[in-house]
């Protein structure tokens, strides 16, 4: 089956620093990518669809400046947030659409601890 | 943002036992999907279901779509211990950016 990677698995990171997660489909091209986020005991939150070539479009409440996306390829998507603070730890997962099949693979999360 | 209403929030049940779950919503979707989630990982799609009155089934998991578009349900037949995990409803509207809409999530313990 189509497969969505997510790197790095887990990040911690101090207060005020920003970090980078990479999204990759790797056996299928995904010109629409989306991100979740999810607190614990909670559900996935979707907080951007991510549009080859294009900008990402943010849901409501979603801070474009403090969580940059980036799209530039068919394959990958990444997610920069900016000057992290504790209350952005979370567990950040991506899915990528097939362009193809339509369908939407879930990437395996990355967890963010922010100190 | 909009959240569907899952039921119940977590279940307790017995190995061998069937158990059922369902996902409400106060608006209509066009797709509806079922996915399980294990502890630090991504959601797995389980069965996906595309009209109205659809009922799917994948192994022992059984799944429908509501008539009125708003709800769907999950069985699970004989259950064993690997089925533990937290189970989510998913609906997508045609035309909605392919958006997912998630529920909030039915944990699944089984007793041995």
């Known amino acids: 089956g189509a497969v969505v990677s997510q790197h790095p698995s887990r990040v911690i990171c101090k207060s005020g620093t920003s970090v980078k997660i990479e999204c990759r489909s790797l056996?299928?091209?995904?010109?629409?990518m989306f991100w979740y986020r999810q607190f614990p005991k909670q559900s996935l939150m979707l907080m951007a669809t991510?549009?080859?070539?294009?900008?990402?479009?943010?849901e409501q409440g979603v801070e474009k400046d403090k969580f940059l996306i980036n799209h530039a390829s068919l394959t990958l998507s990444t997610l920069t947030v900016t000057s992290a603070h504790p209350e952005d730890s979370s567990f950040y997962i991506c899915?990528?659409?097939?362009?193809?099949?339509?369908?939407?693979?879930f990437g395996p999360g990355t967890r963010l601890t922010v100190l | 943002g909009q959240q569907l209403n899952q039921s119940p929030q977590s279940m307790f049940i017995q190995e061998g036992e069937d158990v059922s779950m369902n996902c409400t919503s106060s608006?209509?979707?066009?797709?509806w999907l079922w996915y399980k989630q294990e502890p630090g990982e991504g959601p797995v799609l389980l069965i996906a279901?595309?009209?109205?009155?659809e009922l799917t089934s994948n192994g022992r998991l059984t799944a429908q779509f509501g008539i009125t578009r708003k709800d769907s349900f999950l069985n699970i037949s004989a259950s064993i211990p690997s089925d533990v995990g937290i189970y989510f409803c998913?609906?997508?509207?045609?035309?909605?950016?392919?958006?997912?809409?998630f529920g909030t999530g039915t944990q699944l313990k089984v007793e041995l």
């Open positions: 899915s990528a659409r097939d362009t193809g099949l339509g369908e939407q693979f």
């Open positions: 056996d299928f091209q995904a010109t629409t």
């Open positions: 991510s549009n080859e070539g294009s900008k990402a479009t943010y």
């Open positions: 608006s209509i979707f066009n797709t």
């Open positions: 279901l595309y009209k109205a009155g």
């Open positions: 998913a609906g997508q509207i045609t035309g909605g950016g392919n958006k997912l809409t």
